[in-house]
């Protein structure tokens, strides 16, 4: 990334082809049945098929992704099948949280549901990665990066969204009224 990809009051902007961010976090330290991820994009992507935030695509990674050839986003937490959401791709919080072994809440839009999705052992022994995700196994390099501009973006315990949202459009709005 170079300066000119941040922008203080909405975040920083990917390229859709190579940039991307490592949180440090390895994808099968995260407990099975307790994690989650978010991000709160200011600027949706346009590039094919990215990753905002994720491990891998295989059973027992984490993902959120939008389909550019629907109007769907794919999400998976230590899950083995996907759950697409039906959404038009929104510039604002997205996020995953599981905290039982046979579902999991998405959030997306302003609105938490419960998709059913028994979990599957964390896989991964690379970082999760943001504005892209590592190949299948969760280990090897960056592919499906993003282009969207990300303000925000949390890994860890899991956790109620429907607050977190709450707060991160409170954070993300409080600082736009302090630059302008």
């Given at each position: ?5 941040y922008?203080r ?30 991000c ?116 860890g ?24």
């Amino acid at each position: 990334f170079v300066i000119g990809d941040y922008d203080r009051e909405t975040g920083l902007l990917g390229n859709g082809t190579t940039k991307y961010l490592s949180t440090g976090i390895v994808g099968n330290t995260l407990s099975q049945n307790d994690a989650h991820i978010s991000c709160y994009y200011t600027t949706a992507p346009s590039s094919t098929n990215p990753v905002a935030i994720g491990s891998g695509n295989a059973n027992g990674n984490i993902l959120i992704q939008y389909l550019t050839t629907s109007t769907n986003i794919n999400i998976i937490l230590h899950g083995g099948t996907y759950a697409t959401a039906q959404a038009t791709h929104p510039n604002n919080f997205l996020g995953i949280s599981r905290s039982s072994s046979s579902s999991f809440e998405q959030r997306y839009n302003q609105t938490t549901s419960n998709k059913s999705s028994t979990s599957q052992t964390p896989v991964g022994t690379g970082t999760i990665l943001v504005y892209a995700r590592r190949t299948s196994s969760g280990s090897g390099g960056a592919t499906q990066f993003s282009d969207g501009r990300i303000a925000f973006y949390s890994v860890g315990l899991a956790i109620n969204l429907a607050n977190l949202d709450s707060r991160v459009d409170t954070l993300i709005n409080d600082i736009a009224n302090a630059i302008t």
